[in-house]
């Protein structure tokens, strides 16, 4: 295969650990987030957003949130993506 190959997407899901987890408010719901998507980014940064479901039950819209500036957090999405990046390297092809 080429090195110009394009890849358009580069994105992991992890979970937000429970004593990390923060709850933010949507249309007068109250989330609690659970979940950050990473994507690696044409120029090699990363960009986060938190997920997560309303803290009264039921599925609730599938909606991003800012993830706050926290040092934690901003650990988390790093180690999140090395640890991607690790899977991703090791991978046996298609199964």
């Known amino acids: 295969m080429s090195s110009d190959l394009e890849v358009s997407a580069l994105a992991v899901n992890i979970t937000i650990p429970a004593e990390l987890r923060w709850t933010d408010t949507r249309r007068g719901t109250e989330f609690q987030l659970t979940t950050l998507n990473?994507?690696?980014?044409?120029?090699?940064?990363?960009a986060a957003k938190a997920y997560g479901r309303p803290v009264e039950g039921g599925r609730g819209a599938y909606v991003s949130f800012p993830v706050?500036?926290?040092?934690?957090?901003?650990?988390?999405?790093?180690?999140?993506?090395?640890?991607?990046?690790?899977?991703?390297?090791?991978?046996?092809?298609?199964g």
């Open 38 to 46: 990473i994507r690696l980014l044409p120029d090699g940064h990363l």
């Open 68 to 94: 706050p500036d926290r040092p934690e957090l901003a650990a988390l999405v790093a180690e999140g993506a090395s640890r991607a990046g690790t899977l991703w390297a090791a991978h046996r092809g298609l």
